[in-house]
């Protein structure tokens, strides 16, 4: 009996806020809320923006003054709207109207009239240049006579063409929830991504580590664009031609896997698999084909998967822009409702898949699911918000440019959908099905992806797909777009609305819309039109990947019929203990209060502790031993 994986929590954080107990979803279906559900949202947001702060049982503004829910919503409503989902790049990034950059500059020199020029001494090459002289010295400040060229650089302010970014909501820094020193942003995401996970579980963490095998425990996650600030890979490679030293730490912290080593180390003390698979914008799905091939197979009871990115730097921009893959200023004001009606540019609105658009807009997010085994979860009395019974992944074969779309995310959407039809009957993937689809926001997506999701819709007899597209309200997130994608799926799932693709006034003529529910306005799915849903990602470079995500209230019914009633019904009652505890949670997170967990140097194993036995080796601090005898799955070829 193959192993089913569960979804038993999720977390993590975007430009719609909190991802955990559906917050981030609610952002993006806001107007669909009711008024207490509205303030409940905006108070999860401005939680963590530091507009409210709660003490003395009750929240107070910034300012000091007591929070009025009743008469103050409408200020806090406006405040929480303007700094969050896309939008103009905030100074706590860079300042988007001077951006430093170099301009190179050549000084001629000769003999008979050599360059003059002043510095201290500090700034004094160690080795003087050739033609370089120094003909003056007065206190710390020497005089230099350069009678060659010489080439050097300019810093400038420099306006950047592309000014919107999908960025944490304002106010928000996830480093001060923890102690954060000298850690890269996407790292920071990582550790205050995964504690939300982590934390919304609703059970001690150890007890899971006491229920299984320490090597039945895995974490899957990277980042596609490594860390690229200051901290990581952007200050060391900067470091010698701005003449800074490199930090001992800024290798280490860059590597792309650090994601997945930051929360072995520091979250979760997992002595288990690990690993850091990378696949463009399809990077979370590809750790989460691991993932479930691993708990599938019986390999893996626990896995952690997820990703982090926090690629919001004017050199990622740069490159990005210099492939035309990003909506400039220029071309947004170009298009129709691109601007306000005092004449600026309608940021918010930067990003739009399946209308007329010119190109996606970058963003920051860390999102992370905890999968289980079906049996573990329900021994473990786990809240359960999905299954994942299959993803699939496929590249393009032989491409005219490495950009260029191909064929691969046909066979990853139609092995998806050819599942769920096996797995659930041909009309609950016709009348109950929907997509998140990537929507990238590109001219070209806008295409290649209709298109495939028509052929696709056509073949298994599909008259209206509902289709939804996450960035158009938190923009691309490079690796954990997919993690987006899920954490609004799992919201989907528990209020039955598909957000709307709400920065569009129509659907362009060109995006192959037959069959296909696009809309911009919120969708009533209900629990049963939200049975399942086909998670969709079109790589760079030809890495496709689509995940087959099932409904809670389904997978309960499978449980049953696997498990029998009695256990479900025992499951139910030890879910109640574990829902109150996940929400003891939420309650603190409202109040700004997070709980990161960041274990630094704490509860360390003692190696000269290990214990070997004929049963396996026994780690301190772990329940069960690593089995140490196993055969590979080659019993055929032992002796």
Known sequence: MTRLPVITAFGGFNAAGRSSFHHSYKRTIFTSLNQQQQRQNCTALA??????????????WIDGVVYDPVHDFSRLKMLVEAGSLVRKIEPSHFDVNAVLVGKKLTLDGSEHTPSLVKMTKRDLPEVLPQGWRVVAQEGREVTLAISESITTYAQHGSVMPVQAAGQLPSGFNPGDHYRSLHHPRGLQLSVVAASDTVNSLGLDWQSIVHRVKPDEIAVYSASVMSQLDDTGFGGMLQARSQGARVTSKQLAMGFNSM??????????????????????????LYNLNAAVDDIKSGRRRVVMVGSAEAPILPEVIDGYHAMSALATDAEIARLSGGLLPDGAIDYRRASRPFGANCGFTIAESGQYVLLMDDALALELGATIYGAVPGVFVHADGYK?????????????????????????????????SFVQAHGSSTPQNRVTESRILDEVAKHYGIDYWPV?????????????ASGDQMANTLGVFAQGILPGIKTIDSVADDVLAQRLGISNQDTELGCKGA??????SKGFGGNNATATVVAPHTVHTWLQKRHGKAAFNAYQDANQIVQATAKDYDDYALKGDLKA????????????ALSWSHEGLQIPGFAHPVALNSDGGFDDLAP
């Open 468 to 480: 939804g597209a996450i960035k158009s309200y938190v923009g691309h997130s490079l690796g954990p």
């Open 259 to 284: 994601p997945a080593d930051f929360i072995n180390a520091y979250v979760l003390g997992s002595v288990g698999a690990t690993a850091g698979v990378v696949g463009a914008c399809a990077t979370f």
């Open 597 to 608: 967990l960041y274990n630094f140097g704490e509860h360390l194993v003692d190696e000269t």
């Open 47 to 60: 939680s963590i923006m530091g507009l409210l702060q709660w003490r003395n049982e009750d929240y107070y």
């Open 531 to 536: 049975q399942v849903a086909f998670l969709n």
């Open 400 to 432: 005219k440019s490495i950009s260029a779309p191909g064929l691969g995310n046909y066979l990853t959407m139609g092995r998806a959908v050819g599942l769920a039809q096996n797995l659930l009957g041909s009309e609950v993937v016709r009348n109950s």
